[in-house]
């Protein structure tokens, strides 16, 4: 079954459920103006519905879905900071919709007791009340925790890892790759997008002539026994020898030192030519410098880790010696080098992302437990409820190490230690 979850997904009752879903979680008088970035409002979308779907439908199972940048607001906290929430085409809802309600089934029997966030048929109350009734009785010391930035710091390799373990079916983990990519690209202030831009190709610049320098010079060197004379590239056209050391004679091969010079200037050439030079093309769309994907080797921009990610899988996809020096060029400095961490960050604001956040915190749920501690967790928030405070400073030290084997931190100034006496605010609710 798990193998043709795809299937499941986009089964037109199922995509429907979905719409209902996302069209039920909007007040009527704001379906109108409900649009998301490509300016489809929910009632628009529901104007042409069997139609909608339908397209919809197709494109999940033909592989020609792709989802659409999101684009974004801000809300007050009440530190005073802002929460980033993203907005998603109604499309892009429907499919989140749709494949959050087949997954979930899956994980649901395997979530623990002690995990109330974001749940069906559990609650916020539930959650309140479980940890009001674990502290009148023994244990009365509190760990009172957060995980800081929470969502924007999952991260995406050990979260794909998590999901593989139920999903058989590559489609769909294409499919939730591709949701995790659109939210990483996006990330960040509006108004600093064209200077991202900027600085994104300026770094596909630099890796990609390190790249090929790295590569070919290595080729070379294996390859032909006068690479010694040291040959190097200034810029991608052409290349440059360096100053000749008056010590010493000129090379009595210069034949066969031009033959390496012009292997190494027409290997570049045909690079260039080919249009794969960075293995990536952009282009802005609109006025938000959205990047956009026009070439087949690769989704992202190469100085991103998703980007260095996808090369590695499509860097023999290319055809002809152009596509593929540029592909193994910058895969392998990316590879070598070990440039830039590993991406993180889901959508807070998506249909999937509380499912995503549980499942990501599921093995945090079962270490606490299963070493004999007291937790109840609400999404990020979480409490570790001990009858000494012993104990307690012990939960707190485990609840650290088991959050970095996750690669997440505690917000210091939110998680602490509360002794008998103190007062735990937890979701909203006072727990003497």
Not at 119 to 137: H, M
């Amino acid at each position: 079954m798990t193998n043709k979850i795809l299937e499941l997904i986009a089964a037109p009752e199922n995509l429907l459920s979905a719409w209902r879903t996302v069209r039920g979680n909007i007040p009527k008088y704001r379906r109108q103006r409900a649009s998301g970035p490509d300016g489809v409002s929910l009632a628009e979308f529901e104007k042409d519905l069997t139609a909608q779907i339908k397209v919809l439908r197709s494109m999940l199972m033909n592989g020609r879905y792709q989802p659409q940048a999101p684009s974004y607001f801000s809300i007050p906290k009440a530190n005073g900071k802002q929460r980033v929430l993203a907005i998603l085409s109604v499309r892009d809802r429907i499919a989140q919709r749709a494949t959050q309600q087949v997954l979930e089934p899956l994980w649901e029997p395997d979530f623990l007791p002690c995990s109330f966030g974001f749940r069906p048929g559990i609650s916020l109350e539930q959650a309140v009340s479980f940890a009001q009734r674990a502290r009148s009785s023994e244990n009365r010391w509190v760990v009172d925790g957060d995980i800081a930035a929470c969502f924007d710091t999952l991260d995406h390799d050990l979260l794909l890892g998590f999901l593989r373990h139920k999903i058989k079916d590559g489609r769909v983990i294409d499919l939730m790759q591709n949701w995790l990519d659109v939210g990483v690209m996006q990330m960040g202030p509006p108004q600093n997008v064209d200077m991202q831009f900027a600085q994104r190709i300026e770094n596909i610049k630099s890796y990609a002539r390190q790249g090929f320098e790295w590569v070919l010079e290595s080729f070379a060197q294996q390859s032909d026994p006068y690479s010694r004379y040291g040959y190097y590239y200034d810029d991608p056209a052409g290349y440059s020898v360096p100053d000749a050391d008056p010590s010493m004679d000129t090379s009595p091969y210069p034949e066969r030192d031009m033959a390496v010079s012009q292997f190494k200037k027409t290997a570049i050439r045909q690079v260039v030519m080919s249009g794969a030079m960075f293995g990536v093309n952009f282009f802005r769309q609109r006025l938000s410098g959205t990047l956009v994907k026009t070439g087949t080797l690769v989704k992202a921009a190469v100085s991103t880790p998703m980007g260095r990610r996808v090369l590695k899988r499509n860097a023999m996809a290319v055809g002809g010696f152009a596509g593929l020096a540029a592909a193994a060029a910058i895969t392998a400095f990316f590879l070598n080098r070990k440039a830039g961490a590993a991406p993180v960050g889901v959508l807070q604001g998506s249909p999937l992302s509380p499912l995503l956040a549980n499942i990501y915190l599921h093995p945090f749920d079962v270490n606490m437990t299963g070493n004999g501690y007291r937790l109840a967790r609400f999404a990020d928030d979480w409490v570790v409820l001990c009858a000494t405070q012993e104990q307690a400073e012990k939960a707190y030290n485990h609840a650290l190490l088991s959050l970095n084997k996750l690669h997440l931190k505690v917000n210091p100034t939110k998680t602490r230690i509360l002794s008998p006496e103190e007062k735990l605010e937890w979701l909203g609710s006072v727990i003497k």
